[in-house]
T-cell receptor, first 111, second 112 residues
Framework: SQTIHQWPATLVQPVGSPLSLECTVEGTSNPNLYWYRQAAGRGLQLLFYSVGIGQISSEVPQNLSASRPQDRQFILSSKKLLLSDSGFYLC??????????FGSGTRLTVV | SQQGEEDPQALSIQEGENATMNCSYKTSINNLQWYRQNSGRGLVHLILIRSNEREKHSGRLRVTLDTSKKSSSLLITASRAADTASYFCATDAYSGYSTLTFGKGTMLLVSP
């Protein structure tokens, strides 16, 4: 079956610390993968998307980066977190049919 | 930037009533999608309507799309307390690759 895994579920990190969020998809190959961020009370903002290994497109310039080291793995990183990086981070992919499937999300609080 | 704008921002109804949420967008689209988000959880895809479609049904959901007005509506009939959630519309312009642009959402509260 096709599933998406995202971890950790919650994370509290100090300002200036590094970040690594991981997303993996099972049961498919060469998926389009996406990272979105949701600030409190707002809709989702597209951060990065990837159509293949090593191919990353950035939608919004910011303190974050993404990598796709393997076909079904998508990583969101930061070298030094800012307070403004706090939010709910969601990974997603597109199964057949067109609708996106989202992971369960990571609640990041930068303190 | 946010393309879709949902209206109303919040909606409170009683069980059994119908709930209607509207979405407006600005640019041409390939399709429009509606998602539901329960508090603190990931988004769940509800329904996708393509730009050449005008209406689509799925269970108690009815979605309409008016590309001339750049607007869509989501109707939930016979609401249940379990429908309490935030609902988002998202547009896919598909300029080479699929990417979704989301609105800010409508928070629906269905009281027993």
């Amino acid at each position: 079956s096709q599933t998406i895994h995202q971890w950790p579920a919650t994370l509290v990190q100090p300002v200036g610390s590094p970040l690594s969020l991981e997303c993996t998809v099972e049961g498919t190959s060469n998926p389009n993968l996406y990272w979105y961020r949701q600030a409190a009370g707002r809709g989702l903002q597209l951060l990065f998307y990837s159509v293949g290994i090593g191919q990353i497109s950035s939608e919004v310039p910011q303190n974050l980066s993404a990598s796709r080291p393997q076909d079904r793995q998508f990583i969101l990183s930061s070298k030094k977190l800012l307070l403004s990086d706090s939010g709910f981070y969601l990974c997603a992919w597109i199964p057949s049919g067109g609708g996106y499937t989202f992971g369960s999300g990571t609640r990041l609080t930068v303190v | 930037s946010q393309q879709g704008e949902e209206d109303p921002q919040a909606l409170s109804i009683q069980e059994g009533e119908n709930a209607t949420m509207n979405c407006s967008y600005k640019t041409s689209i390939n399709n429009l999608q509606w998602y539901r988000q329960n508090s603190g959880r990931g988004l769940v895809h509800l329904i996708l309507i393509r730009s050449n479609e005008r209406e689509k049904h799925s269970g108690r959901l009815r979605v309409t799309l008016d590309t001339s007005k750049k607007s869509s509506s989501l109707l939930i009939t016979a609401s249940r307390a379990a429908d309490t959630a935030s609902y988002f519309c998202a547009t896919d312009a598909y300029s080479g690759y699929s990417t979704l642009t989301f609105g800010k959402g409508t928070m629906l509260l269905v009281s027993p």
